[in-house]
């Protein structure tokens, strides 16, 4: 290589991002780390809050419960009524579901199996909907609960 940083050819030494054809593998890949990242962030931010208003008193840790749950019967069956909570919730649902399939196709592909462009593709894809899946079974559950409760 040169002092440019190009071969003798004029070519750059390496692929750039428009030699890649977008794929499910690259998208499992990321959101693999936003899934992680916000599972640590925004759950650890949910408990140092939660820490936080039980140490401030009775009316702080109302107040956060109000912001995430509701029971309007005062029984033991809670019921998500706040929408931000309810987005949240979800969320973090969804990042479990994501961040665990991810991580159990990352321990298949450590095993050196799953390489193939077609396995690759399918498995990525199968995280991606089972995440999405996972996340509507568990909420549609918490829902029928709610109702029947």
Same mark, same amino acid.
């Given at each position: 290589?040169?002092m440019?940083?190009k071969?003798?050819?004029?070519?750059?030494?390496?692929?750039?991002?428009?030699?890649?054809?977008?794929?499910?593998?690259m998208?499992?890949?990321?959101?693999?780390?936003v899934?992680?990242?916000?599972?640590?962030i925004?759950?650890?931010?949910?408990?140092l809050?939660?820490l936080?208003?039980i140490?401030?008193?009775p009316?702080?840790y109302?107040a956060?419960?109000?912001?995430?749950w509701?029971?309007?019967?005062?029984?033991?069956?809670?019921?998500?009524?706040n =929408?931000l %909570?309810? +987005?949240v919730?979800?969320g973090? /649902? #969804?990042?479990?579901?994501?961040?665990?399939?991810s991580?159990?196709?990352?321990f298949?592909?450590?095993?050196?199996?799953?390489?193939?462009?077609?396995a690759?593709?399918?498995?990525?894809?199968?995280? =991606?909907? %089972?995440? +999405?899946?996972?996340?509507?079974a /568990? #909420?549609?559950y918490?829902?029928?609960?709610?109702?029947?409760?």
């Open positions: 290589a040169d440019a940083g071969e003798p050819s004029g070519r750059p030494p390496s692929p750039h991002l428009q030699v890649y054809k977008w794929g499910p593998h998208a499992v890949s990321i959101f693999h780390r899934s992680g990242d916000g599972l640590a925004v759950g650890a931010l949910m408990f809050g939660w936080g208003a140490a401030a008193g009316e702080a109302a956060f419960v109000a912001c995430v509701h029971d309007p019967a005062g029984g033991s069956v809670h019921q998500v009524t =929408i %909570g309810k +987005i919730l979800v973090l /649902t #969804w990042a479990f579901f994501q961040h665990l399939f991580g159990l196709r990352h298949v592909l450590d095993t050196g199996a799953g390489y193939e462009l077609k690759n593709k399918l498995w990525s894809t199968v995280v =991606i909907v %089972g995440a +999405i899946l996972a996340t509507a /568990t #909420w549609l918490i829902a029928k609960e709610a109702l029947n409760g």
